[in-house]
């Protein structure tokens, strides 16, 4: 018998007991986040009256490189987890690479994504706090199904904004929010002062998350007994994917490998330091050389082309001032179809990483995104996400090299989510109308000279 | 540690090496096939035109127990395979049953649902025996789906004739056949000579699957190179389903339980035969007394309503006479929204089964079924496919006996789909306009009187 393995489980006691938290292993901490007014560094406490307290304990966390996660999410987690961690043995061939590519199989959770691993903890510490109501901005919907989801596992009421260009590009992910109780609007909506603006401003704004964050924060600020949660970009969301990158470090010791390059596509970061962080831990304590790529669309290049500035992670500029990579929180990202990543800017973690070296960042045409999401398809039989098509992209980039070069790399990518609900965006494809949007230097450095005026 | 476990997997190592064949060792053989001009018994070699003669010889063997399954074959299985057996702690807790409900979930093959079993098997077989170009008919869409998926993974050319009620109620199947490169064509259609005949009768006619299959043999018989494929009904399509069965056995003793009641819903049997055939096999041989229960809708009672009788397996009448349980080939199902039911008949070996008491039927209105499907959604967190969802009604329905009687029984059912591309069904139903759809005692005799007529 000499047949090759394909795709590795973990049993179920080996799912995760901790998350690993980066904050405090990382070489350089990253910088304080500032009230925007009296330009002060905040403390949990200050972020209290917008989420759990748990939450924002972990948020500022820079001590314990293990949080354990409590047992009822555990118990959550096992409705899907541990995920699979798949050998591309079909790509590999279809690219006749002598890489060997695995990748993490996020899209099998009961929501289609990755996002459901953070949704459920945020979920349960508010409830755990006694609050009834939740609200959340979602772009292409992953975020929003999944938190739907968890808010009714744990008896709460949601209430979502939809990127309004998603909304109705991918009506099918509404109506999953909506099996799961949830209401849900399309953003920008004449339901906030926030929103308003924007639209007496320009009627026809297809939304962003951006603005749709503003729209739940306003309404979570107003709203007796309601938290508001984030889908990515803040580190407890990054802490709580690290679930991804745990398992998977044990799934490819039972492959017998360890990977050379990981990557993953990148909105705000948190599928990417979900898969990232856990091997990261390795390069900064024990020397290890894997190369960590983030892959982002070139229509919202915020790493590759964005400034570290401290911005605002909202449109409205409700948050706090966060110290990131960013266009600009005025920036609107072109109706492309990977919905999940159009934010202007990445995360504070990510991006203090990113300015020490230790993650590099490439961007992907629109197009590219889908040749290589379809190739995929037609070889792993898995239709990606949009989103995950990126992270497609870049390993197929590497994957080549190694052919050029002879080189046997291990490349380790996410599949984050997969694209059934995205089958319009597919049909444009196919259809041949797909365009490209180049954002122009002159685009970026406007909307950073805007920030650095403010 | 005392934690329960919620989901069971095999090591690729157990994956099925043969499927199970349940005519070898049924009680009474099923009646034989006959040619409908001179009414004499098929052969194996009577179907070579039209299906690959392999799966011709599977449909006629009636000595082997067990079938081997062709490398090639289980490694493409791999991709998905074993599917997790499932403890539904959720929905038992939701119901306040003490039964044990599992399920079986066929819903994370990348198609979506289990029809990818005998879609991988049939495709390679017309690639082994030098086929180009391989044709079927599809309801909802899953069959077709994975038929372009597995005509695409052995290079073959696929052409799909989707029901044209499902291919304008979810236009996202189509675009997935797309994706994996098949030509779709919504029936009946002016492309064949069944449809034209329909079409010109019945302009507005929503299409059924006897319809499609008549196109598609058409199609098949008329076309250089070309085989017709069948998702459902015959009985080398319930062979290769009985992976599911097989792995759920080995399952089943990793919790440490054995089924009392098996559910599944039913179209043409493919699923129902999958799951049950391989525990059935224990009540004929081993003295067991499991119980197994097909869920049909109640607008497409074959089972339950229908008759026993010679008759078409389409509804242009281009297939043997097939000895089974039947409302008349050219009944026409009302437009359900679960399209891989709406099918006139059963295959021959459930007929059989069904004549000889080794089996039950049940069937479940439209709303009952999406009742069932939304409480399982939002306890277990997987959005059923509307076939699926006649199985969860009747698990349900057993489940609450339980609880009245205070019995402690464990039922299995297989979850054959999720309905993540059937999103409108759900949004129908949440509107409150979903009406069911009685088929009157009046239409059924007409039909089958209309039958013996001929």
Redesign the interface.
Known sequence: ?N?????Y?LP??EIPRFWYNIQAEMPNKPEPILDPKTKKRLTPKDLYPLFARELCEQEFNQTDAWIKIPEPIR?MY???RSTPLVRAF?LEKALGTPAHIYFKNES?S???SHKLNSAIPQAYYCKEEGVTNVTTETGAGQWGASLA?AA??FGLEAAVYQVRISYEQK??RK??M????AQVTPSPSMSTRAGKNILTAHPNHPGSLGTAISEAVELAMTTPNCKYTLGSVLNHVSLHQTVIGLEAEKQMKMAGEYPDIVIACFGGGSNFCGISFPFMRHNIKDNRKTRFIAAEPASCPKLTRGKFRYDFGDEAGYTPLLPMYTLGHNFTPANTHAGGLRYHGAGVIVSQLMKDGLMEAVDIEQTESFDAG?LF??A????PAPESCHAIAATIREALKCKENGEEKVILFNLSGHG??D??S??KY?SGDMINYAVSDEEIDRNIANLDKQ
């Open positions: 018998m047949e090759k393995i394909k795709r489980f179920e006691e118990e096992k409705y899907y079909g099998v009961p929501m289609g989801y009714k596992l009506p099918y109506s999953i909506q099996t799961f109780g379809t398809a037609r792993e039989g898995i239709i059934l609900i089958m319009a597919y049909d196919f």
